[in-house]
């Protein structure tokens, strides 16, 4: 069973930052896609960003050039970095991972992010 462990959710204020982390097994770590969804309360879940094995990024319009996702390969373990966060950010963010190869994915448990005055 591959488990997703995800960290560092909770409140900030608009404008601050917080960083998630997503430590997976290193059996599929190596050449998974990492990727973070989100969903806030009454939408349904969306994309927001993804890295590939090499290092490649993609990010959904809403978070360009506020978040940025990394990996450390050593650790088995995605970032997710968010910056000039905004009430809209507001959801719970769920790490995933996708053999690219196979399209079999895993998710984690979801870690609540909320931007709050």
């Known amino acids: 069973q591959v488990q997703l462990v995800e960290s560092g959710g909770g409140l900030v204020q608009p404008g601050g930052s917080l960083r998630l982390s997503c430590k997976t097994s290193r059996s599929i770590f190596s050449i998974n896609l990492m990727g973070w969804y989100r969903q806030a309360p009454g939408k349904q879940r969306e994309f927001v960003a993804r890295?590939?094995?090499?290092?490649?990024?993609d990010y959904a319009d809403s978070v360009k050039g506020r978040f940025t996702i990394s990996r450390d390969n050593a650790k088995n373990t995605a970032f997710l970095q968010m910056n000039s966060l905004k009430f809209d950010d507001t959801a719970v963010y769920y790490c995933n991972t996708m053999n690219p190869f196979t399209r079999v994915e895993y998710w984690g448990q979801g870690a609540q992010v909320t931007v709050t005055s």
């Open positions: 890295i590939t094995s090499g290092g490649g990024t």
